[in-house]
Nanobody, 116 residues
Framework: QVELVESGGGLVQPGGSLRLSCAAF????????MGWYRQAPGKQRQWVAT????????NYADSVKGRFIISRDNAKNTMYLQMNTLKPEDTAVYYC?????????WGQGTQVTVSS
């Protein structure tokens, strides 16, 4: 099991950028496919992006493709989500977890609010 702590959220205007971080506590981070997920008010949690453990392969939901960039530093047990050209519909609590998700590893998430 990996303990996960998200940070970096905040209030940003439409068109702005934010960089989220996910700190992982556990020795197996470097061998896991990891991802970002988000849950908007009144909606189910949805997958946003995946980073494979080696080789740099990534995958994105259509709604964020071309705007978000997922990356990871296995030496630091940390994953990132660079979010550019943010839209109001990106407002949500953002979580990191393995892909597929491990139910017991959900953290508190970090709130991202895109509003003028």
């Amino acid at each position: 099991q990996v303990e996960l702590v998200e940070s970096g959220g905040g209030l940003v205007q439409p068109g702005g950028s934010l960089r989220l971080s996910c700190a992982a506590f556990g020795s197996i981070f470097s061998i896991l496919a990891m991802g970002w997920y988000r849950q908007a008010p009144g909606k189910q949690r949805q997958w946003v992006a995946t980073s494979m453990p080696t080789g740099g392969s990534t995958n994105y939901a259509d709604s964020v493709k071309g705007r978000f960039i997922i990356s990871r530093d296995n030496a630091k047990n940390t994953m990132y989500l660079q979010m550019n050209t943010l839209k109001p519909e990106d407002t949500a609590v953002y979580y990191c977890n393995s892909v597929p998700a491990t139910e017991s590893s959900w953290g508190q998430g970090t709130q991202v609010t895109v509003s003028s």
